[in-house]
């Protein structure tokens, strides 16, 4: 069989990741691969890890990116912050609420699970319930942003409400990260988690967190062993932390770390408050555009996350279908939806570099295109105006 160098299609991302990459970033991870332990190599670790602090608005000595994926990142946090017989409340309000339970119960914890509909953000009176009633609980976990649904849960009042109970906080930020407000410090969170392919316009592979004195507490005062041996804190931190002499715990990724020190660099460039912001507007010009065709978002008018939008697939429009053509016809990939919402829902992503300008006129001129090869009839003109209105203010 003949082989070949793979040369990818070129497609613009618009689904619930990997967004985009910015060339500044693809150029970063071609450049020379040098040692891990290089001293070059540990300066770069050290600035990473400080822009990190950035872009989570926290000190937290213990912040850093795991060498793995965001689900990684998850189980980070549960390995090293759940012993067999805890008792942790999990909130549950889409696929990856799900997958925290699974970690709890890996584990060997006990999961206390507190649901809310599909779309919806969890409901603190829900949690506050929960807590009540297993008084014994050490740890609420949550998502913030619900990459499954589209759903932004209000992290500030569910990590309050878990101190008011003496239990940690661990928080899934993975689409948060860098295209909503996310405070860490300033809201408590013990231990986060988040994923580079979101917001950050980053290759995926790597897994952001960090961890607070309280959770390192919790890690140091365990009884039992931390059941990966890749992810215990314990040994991993002899290579990231801040000492001169770094002790060997695996061969990082380096390539994909310069990757994602030149993405977190592009975000500092811009500002915190700034990349909100763009998220937020070009979510607002999406939706007018959406639903001037008659498009209608899923979820509740504040519980609506910018970067992930929740479209309700029109009754009688074959999903597959539609999707095929905006890949073939204009390059374009959006999600599908997930769990419930299969075949009910896309899932359209405004992620770091794919949260622009030229991205929603595409998408609304994209979807149109493929509603009419399927017999629909769609005012794209109207559309397109609806959005240039939101971008003139």
């Known amino acids: 069989m003949a082989m070949a160098s793979f040369h990818p299609p070129i497609r613009t991302l618009m689904g619930p990741g990997p967004s985009d990459v ?7 991870l071609a450049r020379p691969t040098i040692g891990h332990l290089d001293p070059a190599f540990v300066g770069l670790m050290d600035d990473i890890k400080a822009l990190l602090r950035q872009a989570f608005r926290t000190e937290n000595e213990v912040t850093f990116p795991i060498s793995a994926p965001g689900s990684v990142g998850m189980e980070a946090c549960f390995v090293n912050l759940v012993e067999p017989g805890d008792t942790v409340i999990v909130c549950r309000n889409g696929v990856f609420g799900g997958r925290m339970k699974e970690n709890v119960e890996r584990t060997g914890g006990i999961a206390v699970m507190v649901d809310d509909p599909w779309t919806r ?36 009042t569910l990590v309050d409400l878990a ?13 948060a990260l860098g295209g909503v407000p996310l405070e860490v410090d300033a809201w408590g969170i013990d231990a986060i988690y988040s994923g580079t392919q979101k917001c950050l316009s980053c290759p995926p592979g790597l897994a ?35 000492a001169a002499r770094r002790s060997y715990h695996h061969t990082a990724p380096i390539n994909a770390l310069y990757g994602l020190h030149e993405a977190l660099l592009m975000l500092h460039e811009e500002g915190l408050e700034a990349a909100w912001a763009r998220h937020a507007l070009h979510h607002q010009a999406l939706r ?5 065709m008659g498009l209608p978002l899923l979820g509740a008018d504040g519980e609506r996350l910018p970067q992930l939008n929740m479209v309700g697939i029109p009754d009688g429009v074959d999903d597959a279908a539609a999707r095929q053509v905006l890949l073939a016809d204009f390059g374009l990939e959006i999600g599908a939806g997930l769990g419930d919402l299969a075949g009910k829902a896309w899932r359209i992503g405004l992620m770091g570099q794919s ?3 030229r991205h929603v006129v595409l998408c609304l001129t994209a979807l149109g295109g493929a509603l009419a090869a399927q017999g629909r009839t769609v005012d794209v003109g109207k559309a397109l105006a609806a959005a240039q209105a939101v971008y003139r203010g």
């Not at 910015?22 to 970063?28: E, I, K």
């Not at 007018?288 to 001037?292: F, I, N, P, R, S």
């Open 22 to 28: 910015h060339p500044r970033v693809l150029a970063a």
């Open 121 to 156: 953000a969890v409901d603190p009176q829900r949690l506050e319930d929960a807590l009540k009633a297993n008084p014994q609980a050490t740890l609420v976990a949550f998502v913030m942003a619900e990459t499954s649904t589209g759903a932004l849960s209000d992290a500030k």
């Open 163 to 175: 101190h008011r109970h003496n239990c940690l906080a661990i928080v899934d930020a993975v689409t």
């Open 208 to 242: 952001p967190v960090s961890f607070n004195e309280r959770a390192l507490d919790k890690i140091r005062a365990r009884s039992t062993p931390v059941q990966s041996w890749f992810l215990d804190l314990n040994l991993v931190l002899g290579y990231w932390s801040g």
């Open 288 to 292: 007018a555009g959406l639903e001037a």
């Open 355 to 357: 949260a622009s300008r």
